[in-house]
């Protein structure tokens, strides 16, 4: 299964942007991109997903970079409700959907 | 819309005693997976079901573990017997239609203890 790796944590300042790094070194052609998050005692959320251009929501934007390698996920105006554990994931078919660690995002007041 | 439904939300047994896990998912979802959440890390699939059909349980631990999802709609997942090292949160997912890329809608879990 293809593999991500991201920052065990990560701090932002309330209401400045946030960039969640993701890189994917080993992603092929028909994986898609995800990003979930999962608030404490909650199980995971979506948030936003893409293949090769970029993608917005009203949750986030996400980049993904030309080779397609890396990923960010940008929340423009970070809030306390923010504060999760995100994680970044590939998923084609022929990977299953595989969450790893992520990254723990702290927002500070 | 109601969200994915799972029940109980938490269950302490002991070990060596089996335990059962419900799901309810989202109305009109054909594709429903159980996860295994261990503390600190995130989520791995036990099984993924497309309709009735089991179609990926290669991570399922078949020697104590089952699951079943009878019409289509709502599943259970069962351990029998329970070890220590089953003590995790089990988490419920759906998406709708089968195959192809699609997002999945979470249950808040439920939190077994074994002690």
């Known amino acids: 299964d293809a593999k991500t790796t991201q920052p065990n944590s990560m701090e932002s300042n309330e209401e400045e942007p946030v960039h969640l790094p993701c890189n994917h070194s080993?992603?092929?052609?028909?994986?898609?991109i995800h990003w979930y998050r999962q608030l404490p005692s909650q199980g995971p959320e979506y948030v936003i997903h893409?293949?090769?251009s970029n993608v917005n929501n009203r949750m986030a934007s996400l980049a993904i970079a030309e080779d397609r390698k890396s990923s960010t996920l940008i929340l423009h105006r970070a809030t306390l409700r923010d504060a999760a554990v995100y994680y970044c994931?590939?998923?084609?078919?022929?990977?299953?959907?595989?969450f790893g660690s992520g990254t723990k995002l702290n927002v500070k007041p | 819309e109601a969200g994915v439904v799972q029940s109980p939300r938490y269950k302490i047994i002991e070990k060596k005693q089996p335990v059962a896990f419900w799901c309810n998912p989202i109305?009109?979802?054909?594709?429903l997976y159980w996860y295994l959440q261990n503390l600190g890390q995130g989520p791995e699939l036990l099984i993924r079901?497309?309709?009735?059909?089991?179609?990926?349980d290669s991570q399922l631990p078949k020697d104590r573990f089952s699951a079943e999802r009878l019409k289509g709609v709502d599943s259970t997942l069962k351990i029998q017997p329970a070890e220590l090292g089953d003590s995790a949160v089990y988490l419920c997912?759906?998406?709708?239609?089968?195959?192809?890329?699609?997002?999945?809608?979470f249950g808040p879990g439920t939190r077994l203890t074994v002690t």
């Open positions: 997912a759906s998406s709708p239609r089968t195959g192809g890329i699609h997002e999945q809608y």
């Open positions: 080993t992603i092929s052609g028909t994986d898609y």
């Open positions: 893409g293949l090769t």
């Open positions: 994931i590939l998923h084609g078919y022929f990977n299953k959907f595989y």
């Open positions: 109305s009109g979802h054909n594709t």
């Open positions: 079901y497309e309709n009735e059909e089991a179609v990926d």
